[in-house]
């Protein structure tokens, strides 16, 4: 009899356990997570100068580390469709971002140029003859105007479902609109170097942000207000001095890497205010970039201008670990809700990044 109630115990935890959706790793481990993201920080040129950057050299002793090749902008290697993808958990062709002209009102305007273009060249066709003989084989040539462009008219829809998610009209949803979905009452801060980021931030989203327009150290000092102040739990911060270096004075240079450190020592100054304020212990910080670069320009395909930093700190958080698996800009987004209990948005398109923790 006893043995018979044990089997029918067994048959329902193996029925219970089955049915119960897996938890990821990580689940619920910080009270706060801080998303640092270093405008054209390539991870070719930080893994050459960790030794000379005692900040990031923590993330790499006491954290989680993607070595060079790793970690990876959304193809596009430019500002915006990258940094959307960071917040949105979407790549640049679910977003609809695919240049930094793209604004929530007009979509991408550089796009609708080219598509405006193509649709006038259509009425210049070029007269193929239809069909050639080669020897005895008879081939049929398509007509093609004399751009090659398929004769299209571009007219803005009205928003439909598809825009709501990705174009015209609506701005994609931010990670911090995902986790206020979930939870109305989570604080969030949002302080920004480059004014592109001020599409994901309105009053109802955000309750502290700062356009600090170009000027790191101001960025650093709003964000340790808010820190010090109030309580976000969830942070997003950008900064913008190391490309626009790059821009005056090429990637690598030696004044690239002067800014580099003064970024390092902003770093310090973070980790010092969350340990001030004793959230040091309970913060999951994640730094990355939006692209590398080569020379003055970025843009390209190749390891310089693709391969990005993702260095993960925090509670749970495997130490000294260098990972080795793929990792995506979209893959941010799931990151950070889920270190604070919390869903990915119903958008994004990344997954969580496991293996930051231990298991
Ligand atoms: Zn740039």
């Keep these: ?25 990580g689940f619920r481990s910080a009270k706060h997570v801080l998303v640092i993201g270093i405008d054209g920080l390539g991870a070719v040129y930080l893994n050459n ?5 005692p900040n990031f050299s923590l993330f790499y002793k006491n954290g989680s580390a993607a070595l060079t090749g790793i970690a990876r902008s959304e193809m596009i290697a430019v500002s ?18 695919i240049d930094n002209s793209w604004t929530p009102s007009e979509g991408s305007k550089e796009r609708n140029e080219e598509m405006r273009k193509c649709s006038m060249c259509s009425n210049n066709s070029l007269e193929i003859t239809p069909s050639e003989s080669i020897g005895d084989v008879t081939v049929t040539v398509p007509s093609l105007n004399i751009n ?33 979905k979930q939870n109305p009452l989570l604080k969030v801060a949002v302080v920004y170097s480059w004014a592109w980021i001020r599409h994901f931030v309105s009053s109802q989203t955000v309750d502290w942000s700062h356009n600090c327009k170009g000027n790191d150290k101001e960025c650093i000092e709003k964000l340790i207000e808010f820190i ?14 190391i490309d626009s270096t790059a821009h005056l004075h090429g990637f690598g240079s030696q004044q690239y890497y002067t800014v580099l450190k003064k970024v390092d020592s902003y770093i310090g100054q973070l980790l010092e205010a969350l340990q001030e304020s004793n959230k040091l212990n309970t913060t999951l910080i994640m730094i990355t970039s939006d692209h590398g670069g080569y020379r ?11 391969f990005i930093p993702a260095l993960f700190l925090g509670p749970g958080v495997r130490r000294g670990a ?29 997954h969580v990044i496991k293996e930051i923790y231990a298991h």
């Excluded at 915006?80 to 640049?92: C, E, H, K, R, V």
């Excluded at 003055?296 to 693709?306: D, L, P, S, V």
């Excluded at 080795?324 to 119903?346: E, H, Q, Y």
Aim: hydrophobic share 40%.
């Design 322 to 350: 260098s990972l080795t698996n793929f990792i995506s800009l979209i893959d941010f987004g799931p990151t950070a809700l889920n270190a604070l209990g919390l869903k990915p948005g119903v958008h994004m398109r990344g």
């Design 148 to 180: 090659g462009c398929a004769t299209v008219t571009y007219e803005p829809s009205a928003p439909t479902e598809l825009h709501r998610i990705s174009s015209l009209a609506t701005t994609p949803e931010p990670m911090w609109v995902s986790a206020r």
């Design 49 to 53: 100068a960790t030794h000379l950057l």
């Design 228 to 241: 010090s102040e109030g309580s976000p739990q969830l942070s997003f911060l950008h900064l913008d001095s």
């Design 80 to 97: 915006a469709p990258n940094w959307a993808a960071a917040i949105t958990g979407m790549s640049p062709s679910q977003s609809g971002i």
């Design 1 to 25: 009899m006893s043995y018979l109630f044990l089997f029918f115990a067994f048959v329902r935890l193996l029925i219970q356990t089955r049915g119960r959706p897996t938890v990821p790793y």
């Design 296 to 306: 003055k320009y970025h843009g390209h395909f190749n390891e310089e201008n693709i």
